[in-house]
């Protein structure tokens, strides 16, 4: 039988209230800390790690073509059946995808659709804003999924970053300054 860490307070724990005074402590200890405080969107934007499960995108091959095979096995393995592929053959008998449509609406970010696929086309990236106030913007075509960014080899960062003006309320990354920080390094640990 494993044995727990619970520890057994005394009578005269009970008695000084000790553990209410632990509780304090760390109160009081985290009040007069520093605070962490994250400038999102207008100054910082982290950038998650490779594991991330955000946006959809379509991997290429060197031609420019997508990988997709339109097999169908996404679609059929999706929980939520939030995308649609309609296949055709083109004039070299290769089979491609005529529509491929993802409703972000209610896609679960589950990754089922990427371990699915034979063809290593469809991906998970690292972007996490698909908030939008326009429900027709969520659904993704194909050609949106092109255009998507891909996964960054850094990850787990803050980076520079400014909100778009143009209107999309989503944050840039500054190119001028790679150098990100740490966000975990400063969160105080006892």
Known sequence: MARTGVKQSSWIGRVFFADLLAGLRLTLGYMMSKTVT???????????YQRHRGHHF?????????????????SKICPC????????????????????????????????????????????GQEYEVSTTNRATLKVHLEDL?????????GGDIKPAKLDSAGSQHSILRPESDAGRDWWSRVRRD
């Open 38 to 48: 994250h400038h999102y969107p207008d100054h910082e934007k982290w950038v998650p």
């Open 58 to 74: 379509m991997n290429t091959n060197e031609a420019g073509e997508v990988n997709c095979v339109a097999c169908g096995l996404c």
């Open 81 to 124: 059946n939030c995308i649609t592929v309609i296949p055709f053959e083109n004039d070299q008998g290769d089979r491609r995808p005529k529509v491929f449509d993802i409703d972000l609406a209610r896609c679960l970010y589950c990754g089922l659709c990427e371990d699915a696929c034979p063809a290593d086309a469809i991906k998970l």
């Open 146 to 154: 092109i255009a998507a960014p891909r996964k960054s080899e850094d």
